[in-house]
């Protein structure tokens, strides 16, 4: 767990629930927060949280003020993962619940979401009703793409049936303000199919699949943009190029 946090609170005489009223966030998100040292918010909430409780960030977040510390393009790259599944569950809940602006997941199936994120649903319609644009990019089920990853696969969960259930999650959200979804063309299937991109407003999870890997066993990086031309960035106007020529379901 986060000891110093937790003392912060104590000392500053708040609650997890008081401390988030405060930096604008759920009290599930300081919770998790408090559970785990290795996470770190958002800068707009480190520094909130900092004010409210009255201390430096160096002594809740100390990782963070050392990742500053990288010069040029190495300051983008947050994290790396071996393994997709190795990126702690808190830290994709985390990045969902802290977009205002840019929720843009262009996964070719999106399917862990609806089971890794708790109450991803219902964070999806709220997000798009407050503002923030929701995008959903995912290959086409029926995709000759799709029918030879599948094979490729070879898993009893197919590449097909992954998309059909994030497609009936969406069905049941149903019409909100914000939220789109399209299926990548046939020409960018393949591209699309190799490498997943999630954004984040200025945040970016990204997953280059290898060979006959599924998405979960394959790499992941952590990106934070800063400034023009580095690698969030090219993640980013690729996973548009391939938004700009998908086709609307249905």
């Not at 998100?29 to 430096?56: F, K, S």
């Not at 790396?80 to 599944?85: G, K, L, V």
């Not at 702690?88 to 199936?109: I, K, N, P, R």
Request: aromatic share 8%; with cysteine.
């Amino acid at each position: 767990m986060n000891v110093a946090l937790r003392s912060a609170v104590a000392d500053a005489g708040l609650t997890p629930r008081k401390l988030a009223a405060r930096v604008g966030v759920t009290s599930k998100t300081v919770e998790r927060w408090l559970a785990d040292a290795e996470l770190i918010p958002h800068a707009r909430n480190r520094e909130d949280a900092c004010r409210a409780l009255g201390v430096d960030e160096e002594m809740l977040w100390p990782q963070a003020v050392k990742d500053r510390i990288k010069t040029g393009n190495d300051r983008e790259l947050v994290h790396s993962y071996p393994y997709r599944s190795a990126c702690l569950s808190t830290v994709w809940a985390d990045l969902v619940e802290g977009a205002t602006e840019e929720l843009f997941l262009a996964g070719y199936t999106n399917y862990f979401f609806w089971t890794q994120v708790p109450r991803f649903a219902e964070t999806i319609r709220r997000k798009a009703e407050s503002g923030c644009r929701v995008r959903f990019l995912l290959g086409d089920p029926a995709g000759e793409v799709t029918r030879q990853r599948e094979v490729i696969e070879d898993v009893a969960l197919s590449v097909s049936t992954r998309i059909r259930i994030s497609l009936e999650h969406l069905d049941r959200i149903g019409a909100a303000p914000g939220l789109e979804m399209r299926y990548s063309s046939a020409d960018d299937a393949v591209n699309h199919v190799s490498l997943s991109v999630f954004r984040f407003d200025d945040d970016a999870l990204v997953t280059p699949h290898l060979a006959r890997l599924v998405g979960h066993d394959s790499p992941l990086l952590h990106l934070r943009r800063h400034g023009d031309g580095g690698m969030f960035e090219r993640f980013a106007e690729h996973a548009e190029e391939l938004w700009g020529r998908a086709v609307r379901a249905g």
